[in-house]
């Protein structure tokens, strides 16, 4: 990506991140949690999931991830999302610079609501609910590897929820010390400490993985439920949170 880009990705970040502190709180999402490691990827938010299926490129693909059917409903998200990124594509890749056209992109993908897309590190990201359902589905229908990539490219723009659930998965597919490396030691309270704990069984250094669970049992929230679970299937127990 040229300076130039790299520009024009910084300054739609800095007015995405106001737009997005004037949203009201997302309510707490309603699905039920998926099995084993899958049940780490976040929820979509209930209220965007809902907005998502009304119309738009995403919302067959929202609409079928609520009904259950996750194949098909990874299979449309990917697509949709294929179909928003070759839209930013040409303005982007382009080695002269019309702010019209760029705008125009900007208000129809970016600062609309919901967006289609929003601004990554050097890189443009599905928004976080189509993501948690794109992920959901691509893990619950045995696409680990595909799930864990996607968080990943998030994981390297600053969402610690997605580096927990996307190292929690490259451990599960065999590569722990991928794991350990994405979720390095930090606060010992902290949902990143749990999903390092689980890193640590997955690279059989249990003895270690409890020290480090029964340090981290006050992390709270959805994600750290899941990695409890994950803990206590693999006999690392952690008490849980009152």
Not at 173 to 180: E, R
């Amino acid at each position: 990506m040229s300076r130039r880009s790299l520009l024009v990705v910084g300054v739609a970040l800095v007015a995405w991140t106001s737009w997005a502190a004037a949203r009201p709180a997302d309510p707490p999402a309603s699905d039920p949690d998926p099995p084993g490691e899958c049940s780490v990827i976040p929820a979509p938010a209930a209220e965007f999931l809902l907005r998502y299926a009304k119309a738009g490129p995403y919302a067959n693909g929202m609409r079928l991830f609520g009904r259950g059917r996750y194949r098909e409903a990874a299979r449309d998200l990917a697509r949709a999302w294929g179909r928003v990124r070759a839209d930013l594509a040409p303005v982007f890749s382009t080695a002269t610079c019309e702010p019209r056209r760029i705008g125009a992109v900007l208000s129809r993908i970016l600062f609309r609501s919901p967006p289609l897309a929003v601004p990554g590190d050097d890189r443009f990201l599905p928004p976080p609910e189509v993501r948690h359902a794109l992920a959901r589905s691509l893990c619950l229908t045995g696409r680990g590897r595909e799930a864990a990539d996607l968080l990943f490219e998030a994981a390297m723009a600053g969402d610690d929820s997605a580096r927990v659930a996307a190292g929690v998965l490259f451990a599960s597919l065999g590569s722990p010390d991928l794991c350990l490396a994405l979720l390095p030691e930090t606060s010992p309270a902290s949902t990143a400490a749990l999903g390092r704990a689980y890193c640590l069984v997955r690279a059989s250094r249990v003895c270690e993985a409890r020290s480090l669970s029964s340090r981290a049992c006050a992390a709270q929230g959805p994600q750290a439920d899941a990695l409890r679970g994950l803990l206590g299937a693999a006999g690392v127990s952690c008490l849980e949170v009152p």
